[in-house]
């Protein structure tokens, strides 16, 4: 309870009856005037809810519904425009969506359900929310093909059709849609037996268990690390920002389900992890340190140590 204070303290924060987190406090977001985005916000609904803290749900959760984009997902990015003394979207593709910001988002909304049905005074269902937000998901951030995520609504067509992000593998979300939206059910049943299968590639081509930032289809009809930069650096190959959160969404998996699948990669990351004197932040998959990495970070620590103790 007093992490959560400390935690609450430093990042929610209310713009009239609407709450965000701010994600920006160092000023090292590459987006000028960048406060807050949809990862943010998913993190902060799934935090309030698990800690039984409706009034900050229903400012975050309205936050989203003003912030929502014309595909009924969570626009990514928003900035302080001190021009117009308001908050806005970012103007270089802050409206599009994240794919695990609605991910997370729509499982809150879930979670919420369970425990409360609706906002005081049933202003809001819950569940009547977060199931258009399902639909969303599925229609705009999955690939129909391949059941595995996209990056976003954004991803129209082109290269990125066949590029995933494992930060987006959350399992533990997809299994919740699965018990919770039974109109697409089967459909996230694929969801997650596609990503799973991916998974266990992963452990083929790397026996350390990690993961790259950025897969893309292969040949071989598998998704395989980027051999290049894809979106972000040249180290979207590598074990970096977007897959450090990786071992902490698959232990969630593992715990719920005990999913024998994924527990040999857990133990691969488990045992990597646990041989090093100190967890740097990123990694080739090899298991070598990148080069300019000589330091740690919490989001690298704190999913590695997550897996240790799951197994």
């Known amino acids: 309870q007093q992490k959560y204070a400390q935690w609450r303290a430093e990042y929610v924060r209310a713009w009239g009856d609407m709450f965000y987190i701010d994600y920006n406090k160092k000023g090292e977001v590459e987006q000028e005037g960048a406060i807050t985005c949809s990862e943010a916000i998913g993190y902060g609904m799934l935090i309030s809810v698990l800690m039984r803290n409706q009034q900050d749900f229903d ?22 425009n001190k021009a117009n003394r308001t908050y806005t979207n970012a103007p270089d593709g802050g409206s599009n969506s994240a794919t695990d910001g609605d991910i997370d988002i729509a499982t809150s909304l879930f979670y919420a359900s369970r425990v409360w049905g609706r906002s005081p005074c049933g202003r809001y269902d819950y569940r009547q929310i977060a199931l258009p937000l399902c639909k969303a998901i599925w229609d705009h951030e999955i690939n129909h ?144 340190r990148i080069s300019d990495r000589s330091y740690s970070d919490m989001s690298f620590t704190a999913p590695a140590s997550i897996a240790m103790w799951t197994m």
């Open 145 to 288: 093909h391949t059941f595995m995520p996209l990056l976003g609504d954004w991803v129209k067509d082109g290269e990125y059709m066949d590029v995933t992000r494992p930060s987006d593998f959350i399992l533990s979300g997809f299994l919740t849609f699965y018990n919770e939206d039974p109109e697409r059910s089967q459909l996230w049943s694929r969801v997650m037996d596609a990503i799973i299968t991916n998974v266990q590639h992963q452990l083929y081509l790397n026996p350390t268990g990690l993961i790259g930032d950025f897969l893309k289809v292969a040949a071989n009809g598998y998704y395989e690390p980027a051999l290049h930069k894809v979106l972000e650096s040249d180290n979207d190959k590598d074990y970096n920002w977007n897959s450090c959160r990786v071992p902490w969404r698959l232990s969630v998996y593992y715990l719920l389900t005990q999913d024998p699948r994924i527990q040999p990669t857990l133990m691969a990351e488990s045992s990597f992890f646990g041989s090093l004197p100190e967890i740097h932040a990123g990694y080739h998959l090899n298991g070598q």
């Open 59 to 80: 400012g975050l959760l309205r936050w989203f519904l003003h912030f929502r984009n014309a595909n009924g997902l969570c626009a990514w990015q928003q900035i302080d």
